[in-house]
């Protein structure tokens, strides 16, 4: 028997790829048209919703332009056809004519038609379940025999994922060997289908593992161990000259081996963030933004506003280094005590911030330089 044949050949499989699996469907396909002598040969699967209901999908059919979805249930909460009754009971069903003198399923009632149901145990015999709905002609109207077949992966716990459906212009009668040798023929398909989309899933992961591993091998901000990583410090033109000698300080003399700093100064042109300061940001592993700068007035208490430039290099940051909570605390914000500044234009997490120390307008240089050390040992630990 032919059916044993290909479910030899399903067995002695443990995974089969597209090439493989296109040259099982022509051949299979070719001996059902042919030597069984089928019209027509559809396999539908589950996995989708249409309208937001549960449904059946054309996963292979011998008639590609008309592969289509629909869903279990109608309107109504009845089922949608046969194949959806077989699908959601389990059951396979045989449907052919009553009479020899009816040659074509089409526009027959269930008062010319029989329809047997079996499996697990059972056999309905000749009467169509209640709740069956009416035969839907997918043969182009050649069919005098419907035979729909759940498919289904596993022995003991088994797993319904669609329908088999075979449609013969004969009007061939249920017999049990005839079941026997669809059985046979249904059990094979399943398996590899069921092994094709495995084999699939798992060349699409591993796909999606090497582009992710290539993505952050490739990514300047995940340094290896043999390279010391960058630190991009930002700051303000007219920022306080001794906040800046106190980061450079603390970053090449304290971590020194373990960070390399670059300020953006080390750009040459001034003014607008050119493009070298952009790839400088998206090279580097971790960033440092001084965002203050002295308003133009004097006083008492010099008052001070944040750079343009470097809340936009901030936001650069934060986005760059946003993937994850842990990777938003890759870049470190220096900012003047609330008191003598406005708010933030951005909702930045306050807590992170390094806040100057002063007293009056003076900066308490060594506790300044305690702050800066814990925060970068923080950020690069």
């Avoid at 279990?72 to 449907?95: K, V």
């Avoid at 498919?151 to 212009?169: L, Q």
């Amino acid at each position: 028997m032919q059916e044993q044949r290909i479910l030899n050949f399903a067995n002695s499989i443990d995974s089969i790829s597209e090439h493989a699996f296109t040259t099982f469907k022509a051949a299979v396909e070719s001996y059902v048209l042919g030597s069984l002598g089928a019209v027509y040969f559809e396999v539908k699967i589950d996995g989708i919703r249409v309208n937001g209901k549960p449904a059946l999908t054309s996963f292979w059919s011998s008639r590609e332009e008309e592969r289509d979805s629909h869903p279990l249930f109608n309107d109504g909460g009845n089922y949608s056809s046969q194949r959806a009754y077989s699908y959601t009971h389990g059951c396979p069903l045989w449907i052919t004519t009553k009479s020899g003198k009816d040659k074509r399923l089409k526009g027959l009632d269930y008062s010319k038609v029989t329809v047997r149901s079996w499996g697990n145990g059972s056999d309905n015999g000749n009467d169509p379940p209640a709740d069956l709905p009416a035969y839907v002609d997918y043969g182009g109207g050649d069919a005098g025999t419907s035979v729909i077949v759940p498919i289904r992966f596993g022995e003991k716990r088994s797993r319904v994922f669609g329908v088999m459906n075979i449609e013969f212009r004969d009007r061939i009668c249920f017999t049990p060997e005839r079941t026997q040798q669809i059985g046979t023929l249904v059990k094979a398909i399943s398996r590899v289908i069921w092994l094709f989309e495995t084999t699939r899933e798992q060349s699409n992961g591993t796909a999606r593992a090497a582009e992710d591993l290539k993505t952050k091998l490739s990514d300047p901000t995940q340094p290896g161990s043999l390279r010391t990583p960058q630190v991009f410090f930002a700051f303000g033109q007219r920022a306080d000259p001794k906040v800046i000698e106190i980061v450079r300080a603390v970053c090449e003399k304290s971590f020194k081996n373990q960070i390399e700093l670059y300020c953006w100064d080390k750009d040459t042109k001034t003014g607008s963030i050119t493009a070298g300061i952009i790839n400088k940001i998206n090279e580097a592993a971790y960033g440092i933004c001084y965002f203050s700068e002295p308003l133009p007035r004097g006083g008492k208490k010099t008052r001070y506003q944040d750079n343009p430039n470097v809340l936009i290099e901030a936001g650069m940051m934060h986005a760059h280094y946003g993937n994850s909570p842990e990777d938003i605390r890759r870049w470190l914000p220096i900012r003047e005590d609330k008191e003598r500044t406005s708010d933030l234009p951005f909702d930045f997490a306050e807590q992170r911030f390094v806040f100057v120390p002063r007293k009056g307008n003076a900066l308490n240089a060594d506790q300044f330089e305690a702050m800066v050390s814990a925060s970068i040992k923080s950020l690069i630990s």
